[in-house]
């Protein structure tokens, strides 16, 4: 079982840049390949980025490459995306997810543990 729990959600404006923390419990966390996904409001979640069980490999839906990073810290059990050059269309509720997998995959059907999510809202 893992818990998963986000924070550095908040209010800025376009331009601006957020860093998310995701902290999980459990001992076996680089075990786990994770994933930030995001809901607008009327949307379906959606991928935003995946980090597999090492950090040596990452994905990144293209609404967000070159602007947002992720990585991870097994050691402190904690993954981060840090967002840059935030837009409007970024404001969404994120989340953090974990599969008990060494390899990441883009689908939120894959994914067997959620945080409860952190609003991040970019205004114009």
């Known amino acids: 079982q893992v818990r998963l729990v986000e924070s550095g959600g908040g209010l800025v404006q376009a331009g601006g840049s957020l860093r998310l923390s995701c902290a999980a419990s459990?001992?076996?966390?680089?075990?786990?390949?994770m994933a930030w996904f995001r809901q607008a409001p009327g949307k379906e979640r959606e991928f935003v980025a995946g980090?597999?069980?090492?950090?040596?490999?990452?994905y990144y839906a293209d609404s967000v490459k070159g602007r947002f990073t992720i990585s991870r810290v097994n050691a402190m059990n904690t993954v981060y995306l840090q967002m840059n050059s935030l837009k409007p269309e970024d404001t969404a509720v994120y989340y953090c997810?974990?599969?008990?997998?060494?390899?990441?995959?883009?689908?939120?059907?894959?994914?067997?543990?959620w945080g409860q999510g952190t609003q991040v809202t970019v205004s114009s």
């Open positions: 980090i597999n069980w090492s950090g040596a490999t990452t």
């Open positions: 459990g001992r076996t966390f680089n075990r786990y390949a």
């Open positions: 997810a974990a599969r008990p997998s060494i390899v990441v995959v883009t689908t939120k059907g894959d994914y067997d543990y």
